[in-house]
């Protein structure tokens, strides 16, 4: 049977909660394991469903992954990497994409159907990633249900992205190590999951300069070898508890084994909102603040602010002073669920794909609910925190893709909320 959250809001929050690894750098990782026949050992490694559908694709292309407990992993080639990659996992995760790059410059050829995930954009279309994949030398064949790609040699390309993507940026670049020559790529995203990844491969060998940066320098080698990689603490996920504690403003809270560097945009919001909060080295301290007041916000590629935080900053602004337009620019369908808030007491008007307007503060009220998205999920999971009465909620898979035994840590900081 189908599990669900049953959440008993208004509880006082407070209390230490820790942060787990990135679920956005691992997803990038497991598919760098395709490019070396040496083991790699993967460390931090978040226990979410998304990575569970990155095992399962390793496996499915002839990987052996040894779950070696604590959050370690242990990933080894073992039989021949198989070109297609199987449309059940590749529907149930859009980073899915990432593995077509390394089997294309490792076996010459990849086989897929176009990738899924949440669904918070009308197509979330694959064309930069395949007009990359050409520019280096793929043939590139658009099939009725699937992509076929071939390539006897990748060859190094100039690519400039013509919009700044974080998934075809994290692959052009993995790909590019083993492709002949020199590879620039242009108007590239600089979100912290991308240094990291960088940092990684030239640990293997690669020789990849300016991650980080709007312009990513790739020389291609000839072979990359194993490794160690430790996956960064969740910026997403501290930041989402940040905004948590401000919103509960009910007590202190203390969100550990983070990266407090990687969320900026949210600390310069924080500070016109009046949210009373410290940041340590790798802690952030969110105290109970007089008044929460109402601001605008615009999501942005990093260091902006974050599309991913969106949601949950939403649920923070009906608790605040004033009205507050949400202009979230990423996506066309990441304000859909405000319309559940909406049924849950918040006075929210969407002006139209693109952007809303909240009017705080307004009580909130338990109800049913269904999660329509991972993001989308843990802002009505925060939500239900700070209603009145009883929340249950539904479809929790879409959240646990992104979030581990979340249940289990907000209970640790007083929430009432049991998995049945
Ligand atoms: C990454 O998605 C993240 N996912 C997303 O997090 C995040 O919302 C997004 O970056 C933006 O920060 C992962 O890292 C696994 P994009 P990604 O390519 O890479 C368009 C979450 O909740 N586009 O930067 O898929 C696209 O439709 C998730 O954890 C094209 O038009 O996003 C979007 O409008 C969801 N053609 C924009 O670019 C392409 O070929 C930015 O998308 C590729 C993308």
Known sequence: MESKFIINGRQP????????GAKNAALKIFPVALMTDEAIKVVNVPDIEDCHRAQEMLVALG???KNLGDG???????????LNLPAELVNKFRSSVMFVGPLLATCGEAHFPHPGGCVIGATRPIDMFLDGFAKMGAKVKTLENSYHLTAKKLKGASIFFPKVTVTGTESLMTTACLAQGKSILENCAMEPEIPALADFLNKMGAKITGAGTSTIKIEGVKKLSGGEYKIIPDRIEAGTFAILAAAANSGEIIIEDCEPKHLGALWAIFDRNGVNYKLGKNSIKIFPSAKIMAENVVT???????TDLQSAYTVLMTQAQGISLIHETIYDRRLLFCDTLTQMG?????????RSVVNGPTKLYGRKLVIPDLRAGIALVIAALIAHGKTEVSNIYQIERGYEGLAERLKNIGADIEKI
């Open 300 to 306: 942005h590629e990093y260091p902006g602010f974050a």
């Open 346 to 354: 918040a006075d929210i008007i969407m002006a139209d794909p693109h």
């Open 72 to 82: 370690q992993m242990q990933i080894q080639r073992q039989n021949k990497t198989c």
């Open 13 to 20: 929050l407070s209390g230490n909660i820790k942060v787990k």
């Open 63 to 65: 990987h052996s992954v």
